[in-house]
């Protein structure tokens, strides 16, 4: 199983969008945006937005993962993955997204895409994410954030670890600052 580095960023949403769309030339850009600041992009490794992501990583000539899942044996991978990791089920597909990376960037989706970004404000509120970033990219999501605030169902440390980007570029600088700002913290040497 091929391991990725400290430093590769998980990126969610939609599965639907498809090559063209808005969404998945905002995904596609992400990943350009991220390569070019030495990012690995990890992925669910199939359509939409994840490859979108794939395909901005591998044209600007970086690297992209999909962490693809044998419940979904009847797709195929994106074209765009340089490595490809197989996992059981959903879960531990969740899982193999979260443990490999070092931040997060969440894009427009819908239920999925929603689990993925509770399930890490989850994991941090647990103590369990070690203060990775989290970058949110869409315009729905300052109207989500503050709907969870109002009912008090996101909790100020979440809050500070979750900021909203307003392009991809804007996003890769946020993802990057935040990773550097983490390894600092813990005393790591920078790439």
Known sequence: MPQTDSHAVAVFGSSEPTPG????????????????????????????????????????????????????????????????IQTPDLHVRTQELIDRAAGFVV????????????????????????????VLLGEHWPEVLAALRGTRLLDQPQQEITQIARDPEDAADKIHQGIRLRAETRGESER
């Open 21 to 84: 769309s808005a969404l998945y030339e905002q995904a596609r850009a992400v990943g350009r945006c991220l390569s070019g600041r030495d990012l690995p992009v990890l992925t669910g490794g199939y359509g939409g937005v994840m490859e979108g992501a794939s395909r901005g990583a591998h044209e600007s000539g970086g690297r992209s993962i999909g962490v693809i899942c044998e419940i979904f044996g009847h797709r195929d991978p994106n074209p765009y993955l340089h490595d490809s």
């Open 107 to 134: 894009l427009e989706g819908k239920s999925g895409t929603l689990a993925e970004l509770s399930f890490l404000w989850a994991l941090d509120r647990a103590g369990c994410l070690d203060r990775r970033p989290v």
